[in-house]
């Protein structure tokens, strides 16, 4: 397991990538984190290839109308811990193996870190969609400099054994 640090904890507040109040239609590997932005990807005609969410909005349980579509979307399902502002050694495998072929995990615990694998193991061109508070979605275009932006990230991070 790997944990954030407090000087990560106020770099990452700051968003990844571009943010957007509105989203479309996508084509390619789309990659959701969070229920927010799942939802909304879904809603604007795009349903993403991976789905990463917690059932949660701002630490509180999501709507029934956002559950209720996110249950709905048929694929393969895996099922994580992942405890607050830590990266477990399982979400890894399990966003590698849900990046094969149209998955979702759900996580017990929370989701917001898992941005940072599923941008290092997603392969170049895909695009990752997740929510910025009060503020709207942010989107991450894979490539190999923003991979190693965030490989030093993860690098910094506090392992725990």
């Known amino acids: 397991m790997i944990r954030l640090t407090p000087r990560l904890r106020k770099i990452l507040k700051k968003p990844l990538g571009k943010i957007y109040r509105k989203v479309g239609r996508y084509k390619g590997k789309i990659i959701a984190v969070g ?34 579509l996110l249950d709905s979307i048929r694929c393969d399902t895996y099922k994580i811990r992942n405890p607050r502002s830590t990266i ?57 400099k923003k991979k190693r932006e965030i490989r030093k990230l993860v690098d910094e991070m506090e392992v725990k054994l």
């Open 35 to 68: 229920d927010i932005a799942a939802y909304e990807l879904i809603r604007g005609g795009t349903v993403p290839t991976l789905i990463i969410y917690d059932n949660k909005v701002k630490r509180k349980p999501t709507s029934k109308k956002i559950k209720r």
């Open 88 to 144: 477990q050694e399982d979400a890894w495998i399990v966003i590698e193996e849900g990046l094969r072929r149209k998955s979702k995990i759900i996580v017990s615990g929370e989701e917001d870190l898992l941005v940072l694998p599923a941008v290092l193991l997603a392969k170049n061109g895909s695009l990752i969609f997740y929510g910025q508070p009060n503020r709207g979605m942010v989107l991450i275009k894979v490539n190999a």
